[in-house]
């Protein structure tokens, strides 16, 4: 499966945690910043816009230092949608190293 269609699925699933949790604990900023964070990335990601505009790095800190609840499934979810988006940014890096090197070999 494609690594940003998996991206927006689980940036998808993580907006949905945090509709969820909105309803419940709607005094927290944090949780409103987080979900206009993921409602961007999700935006990002559908318009085909630059990954590098993708802002959902640290949500899970800055949600363990309004919560530290460990065990909660949105924090498990915001998690996975880091290290997706890490992994993406990385493999991103890769492939522009791999094209420059070529270029500068003289490769077209």
């Avoid at 900023?29 to 318009?47: F, M």
């Avoid at 085909?48 to 919560?67: Q, S």
């Amino acid at each position: 499966m494609d690594t940003i269609l998996e991206l927006k699925k689980q940036i998808e699933k993580v907006i949905l945690l945090l509709e969820q949790r909105l309803v419940d604990d709607p005094d927290r900023p944090i949780l409103k910043t987080l979900y206009d964070r993921y409602v961007k990335a999700e935006e990002i990601l559908t318009n085909n816009d630059n990954i590098k505009k993708i802002m959902i790095v640290g949500g899970c800190r800055a949600y363990l230092d309004a919560f530290s609840d460990y065990m909660n499934p949105l924090l498990i979810e915001m998690d996975k949608a880091e290290k997706m988006f890490a992994d993406l940014i990385l493999r991103n890096i890769q492939q522009n190293q791999c094209i420059d090197s070529r270029n500068e070999s003289g490769i077209s």
